[in-house]
């Protein structure tokens, strides 16, 4: 597994107290690890810790699933 | 059981007006490190020098009609190692006069200032607060907002208008440790009272069941049972100190 998304999967883990092994690519944020709205908020903020990069308010709306984080995260360090 | 705010940063908009002053010095007195906020510098530097204990007072003159300002006032907090544990919005100001007689722009201070540089602040001290899973967030309403006053359309909407945004942020973030409360004076002897003629200062003495005004220590000591530890349960609620004057 890439580094990037190791890194991405310890968070959500570690922020909605889920498996890892429910942290599959496809898994939904709110309908499949039980985060609530501000959960969602909360990890775009964890994200642009970890990797440094500044994630606005439009982009983290289109962030649903863990796919989706680790290919924002890919896409906003390769600029 | 005493209320202990050590190890805690707080921020007061407003800080030298005489509501302001008080709660800064509340807070302190808890142990609290505080960051005054005002618009006169003098002021500010005044009350620095008098508030001074070890270097836990920190000042930072902005005007909160001024966007950039907000914007500076929140970077240069959260800058600070472990930014904002409270944040006491306090600052206000009135524009009185009757609704026939308004201008737009007495409207549009006073929503500015009253309200949305509230909703500017707490959003950018918000971050802090739930990476924290702690928080204390005190609007400082007005009797007013509930009960309405002849010559305020403008303010009383702006203070009911923050009772509407405490109680929804409140529900936002109950679960992450953080209260957001409002405490309502009624009539204090500050500046902003001060204003009124004896003769309606007589009459609305008059009218309050203890027959006399507030001080500004009567609305801290509130304020800070609100920041402390003990008041974690409570949420959402606006807190009336008005001598009786409305009961709520």
């Known amino acids: 597994m890439d580094e990037i998304a190791s890194r991405v999967r310890a968070i959500v883990v ?26 969602t908020v909360e990890l775009v903020m964890a994200f642009e810790e970890e990797f440094e ?23 906003a360090q390769s600029e | 059981m005493k209320i202990d705010l050590n190890s805690k940063r707080a921020l007061v908009t407003g800080a030298t007006g005489g509501i302001g002053e008080a709660i800064a010095k509340a807070l302190l007195e808890a142990g609290a490190e505080v960051v005054i906020s005002g618009t006169k510098v003098e002021k500010l530097e005044k ?13 930072i003159p902005s005007n909160l009609g001024s966007p950039e300002d907000i ?13 904002i544990d409270i944040l006491i919005n306090n600052a206000g100001i009135t524009r009185d ?15 500015e200032i009253n309200l949305k540089a ?29 009960t309405g006053n002849p010559g305020q359309s403008n303010y009383a909407a702006a203070k009911a208008g923050l009772v509407g945004f405490s109680k929804s942020l409140a529900q936002e ?19 902003m009272t001060n204003k009124l003629s004896d003769e309606r200062k007589k009459i609305l003495v ?40 409305a009961m709520i």
């Open chain 2, 71 to 83: 914007q500076n006032l929140i970077s240069q907090t959260t800058e600070i190692d472990g930014g």
């Open chain 2, 47 to 59: 009350l620095e020098a008098e508030l001074g204990s070890e270097g836990k007072v920190i000042p």
């Open chain 2, 97 to 111: 006069g009757l609704l026939l007689r308004m201008h737009e722009d007495d409207w549009q201070n006073v929503m």
């Open chain 2, 173 to 191: 973030v109950a679960n992450r440790g953080i209260t957001v409360n409002c405490l309502a004076p009624g009539f204090i002897e500050t500046e």
């Open chain 1, 14 to 39: 570690d922020h909605l107290g889920v498996d890892e092994e429910a942290v599959v690519d496809s898994a939904s944020f709110i309908q499949d690890l039980g985060a609530d709205s501000l959960d």
């Open chain 2, 206 to 245: 008059n009218n309050i069941p203890m027959q006399k005004m507030g001080r500004p220590e009567d609305i801290s000591f509130p304020v800070l049972f609100l920041a402390s530890e003990q008041a974690s349960y409570i949420t959402g609620q606006s807190l009336h100190v008005n001598g009786g004057l």
């Open chain 2, 118 to 146: 509230v909703m500017m602040l707490t959003k950018g001290m918000l971050r802090n607060m739930l990476k924290k899973r702690w928080g204390r967030i005190i609007n400082i309403t007005s009797i007013v907002g509930s």
């Open chain 1, 53 to 75: 990069v500044e994630i606005k308010d439009e982009d983290a709306e289109g962030i649903n699933t863990f796919e989706d984080a680790v290919n924002f995260i890919k896409k």
